[in-house]
């Protein structure tokens, strides 16, 4: 029987940049940073206090990757086009979050607004992943 959902997968092309992203600007938490024996480099984040780990997957082709070279080039399109909406990220007050992220240089596809659900704004990773950031009602 599956227990809990314990690592969700975010593509990126730069796992450095992504660990500053998401670390420095977000204020998530690093999970694990590891480098195996043939360069493949597992870096996972986490929001604090969160069990889930957020893969901070790099898109390209090797030995341990899970990629083909005829992949790469049309997910690193996806990417720059904005196509992957990777999930959503909870605060308890968006319009004050979308100001202290927007200071830190977060880019933002839309300002926070009244939904049905609640408050929300539209972030975006340096890599085109978007993310819903939502104030519940």
């Not at 909406?85 to 909870?90: I, K, L, S």
Request: aromatic share 12%; glycine share 8%; hydrophobic share 40%.
């Amino acid at each position: 029987m599956i227990q809990r959902l314990s690592h969700v997968t975010y593509f990126v092309t730069d796992q450095d940049k992504a660990r500053e992203f998401y670390v420095d600007k977000l204020g998530f938490e690093v999970k694990t940073d590891a480098t195996m024996e043939n360069g493949f480099r597992w870096l996972t984040v986490a929001p604090k206090g969160q069990d889930i780990e957020i893969v901070l997957m790099k898109v390209a082709p090797g030995p341990m990757s899970p990629f083909k070279p005829e992949h790469v080039e049309a997910i690193l399109q996806l990417l720059a086009n904005g196509v992957f909406g990777a999930g959503v990220m909870q605060t308890p007050d968006c319009r004050k979050t979308y100001e202290e992220l927007k200071a830190k240089g977060v880019e933002f596809k839309a300002p926070p607004r009244e939904q049905f659900y609640g408050i929300e704004a539209v972030l975006k990773d340096p890599f085109g992943n978007w993310f819903s950031m939502t104030q519940p009602k």
